[in-house]
């Protein structure tokens, strides 16, 4: 098998994630904008993690907030904290990323992190030039239906890439699922949190590090 292009899910894959706690406190912070100083705990993670257009209706609801309005509040504020992260050194590109500078394939990034966030990542490590094309999501609710499993933004990265033969490189089932519904091939990286991880998908290829990527387009 080989490969003319490769797509790589950003956080846990190409930079390190950003801790809970961190994530939360933004979540919480959106709330006290809006005026909601004590809310319930319970709607707190609902909205910091995996949260679904139904989801911020529901809670938009119970505080008397539009939804779309809270929405974007609460992805750029988060997108902000995720940015402090990096800037103090606590959020930084895996040591293997030199890896993909002598990967001869077209390279493109997909994440279901805020687009945002993505664009900010790569000008801030100056990785940039790694990549020819980057999606994130847009800061609205629609775009929570169209995270990975859906291959929305993965599809659309693999046409402006004129694809032909394409491999996903994630470190969540979400990704490999993804790359099963775009109809193309996929590898799970199994960085520290994930080196133990039973999977419930089967990813085409199971690696330990961005430098097997090599041998894998080179085969």
Sequence with gaps: ?????VVFDNDGVLVGRTRFDVLREATEETF????VTDPNPDHVDDMTIGATPSDVATVSDVYNIESEQFWRTRDSTVSRAQQEEARAGRKTPYEDIDALS???TAKGIVSSNQQETVDFLLDHFEISDLFDTAYGREATTESLTLRKPNPHYLERALADLNAESALYVGDNESDIKAAENADIDSAFIRRPHRSDWDLNVWPTWDIDS?????EICGA
């Design 1 to 5: 098998m080989s490969y003319d292009t």
């Design 102 to 104: 002598g990967l001869d």
């Design 210 to 214: 961005l430098d097997d990527l090599h």
């Design 32 to 35: 006290a904008q809006f005026g």
